[in-house]
């Protein structure tokens, strides 16, 4: 069965520091999502994206946070200059149109240090 | 803004009883979501409702949606121990899914 990728599993990084989360959504799929969670409590949603331009963000989803689908398989996560308080779990979903169940990935847990 | 609550956070239960989560939201919506999620796993999809009385039931869980009242139920019947998980209902606060937002989740504990 098609899955949700991400990479990687796990990535720590020094506060101040830029990294970028990587996701292969479903092939077919034309809705995808970032969300993330903290210590296994709310999932909190952070960006949607159709059609090649961001549909919704959060209050969360600021200048630090940008996100881009360069090559139409790939759809990535970049947080400029991480904070403390934005370890967590990123979780990335992908769905193939309205109506439809959100497919997660295995998600990224990022530790700033 | 939108929020979405349920109840109870914590459920601890025998395996063979019944009981039911609660999930209320604050807008108006027909679209809510219901996901169990395993310690240290990601989120699987359990059900999709999409209007006002729908009712979908799979296996020992079935979820239930009345946007009048902003209300969807997740009823667990004759519990066993591998229901045990975390359950999040989820409202597309959009109405074109574009922003799905999630409840706190219930943590549920089935004991043999």
Known sequence: EPEV??????QVTQMGQEVILRCVPISNHLYFYWYRQILGQKVEFLVSFYNNEISEKSEIFDDQFSVERPDG???TLKIRSTKLE???????????????KLFFGSGTQLSVL | ELKVEQNPLFLSMQEGKNYTIYCNYST???????????????????FVLLSNGAVKQEGRLMASLDTKARLSTL???????????????AVDMSNRDDKIIFGKGTRLHILP
């Open chain 1, 5 to 10: 990728t991400q990479t990687p599993s796990h």
């Open chain 1, 73 to 75: 398989s790939n759809f």
């Open chain 1, 86 to 100: 934005d370890s967590a779990m990123y979780f990335c979903a992908s769905s193939p149109g309205q109506n439809e």
């Open chain 2, 28 to 46: 108006t919506s027909d679209r809510l979501y219901w996901y169990r999620q395993d310690p240290g796993k990601s989120l699987e999809s359990l």
């Open chain 2, 75 to 89: 009823h667990i019947t004759a519990a066993v121990h591998d229901l045990s998980a975390t359950y999040f209902c």
